[in-house]
């Protein structure tokens, strides 16, 4: 069995992530959804909440499991026995950091590889702040994300 895994912020889950979840999810036999938990971030949400929008949007598919994790994301995909750990690419603006990123891990856990998914051309623009930035200023966000999450961005956003 081939364990992966997408870590990642998911603050909230967006379309652009679901795709990766998707592809990811026909690569490797078991693909772990892991939400970092970082304190030094802030966020929109909290932990649990992002766990549980991921877990909502992705039910459908069978092989994918969503967790948590503190700490060196190396760290979790060790315990988790993972061969790689799964990035998307938007643009070429993520490629320098997380070249950066797949190259420290790599020093840190020879062992596990990253594997990188280009965007579908679609989702080339989205980011979880983008979602949340439309948002705030009361932009129609159903193109983004699922119409459950859409739900609890304008939930916490009424709050
Ligand atoms: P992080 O804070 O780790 O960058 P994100 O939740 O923003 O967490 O993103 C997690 C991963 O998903 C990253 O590899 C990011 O490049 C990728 N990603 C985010 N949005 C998209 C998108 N629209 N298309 C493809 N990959 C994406």
Redesign the pocket.
Same mark, same amino acid.
């Given at each position: 069995m081939t364990t992966a895994i997408?870590? &990642?912020?998911? !603050?909230p889950v967006?379309? &652009?992530?679901l !795709?990766?979840i998707r592809r990811a999810a026909k690569i490797a036999d078991v693909l772990i959804v892991a939400v970092?938990n970082n304190p030094s971030?802030t966020s929109m949400f909290t932990v649990e909440e992002r766990v549980e929008m991921l877990r909502e949007t992705t039910k459908d598919i069978e092989n994918v499991r969503v967790d948590s994790f503190s700490g060196l994301t190396v760290d979790y995909a060790r315990k988790e026995h993972a061969v790689c750990m799964?990035?998307?690419?938007?643009a070429v603006t993520?490629f320098d950091y997380?070249l950066q990123l797949s190259q420290t891990n790599k020093v840190l856990a020879p062992e596990v590889d990253t594997v990188f998914?280009?965007?579908?051309l679609k989702?080339?623009?989205?980011?979880?702040?983008v979602v949340k930035e439309a948002a705030g200023f009361g932009g129609d966000i159903s193109g983004f994300v699922p119409s459950y999450v859409q739900k609890k961005v304008l939930d916490k956003l009424a709050k």
């Open positions: 997408y870590p &990642g912020s998911f !603050d967006t379309n &652009g992530h !795709d990766i970092l971030k799964v990035r998307g690419l938007r993520d997380e998914l280009a965007t579908d989702y080339a623009y989205l980011s979880s702040s």
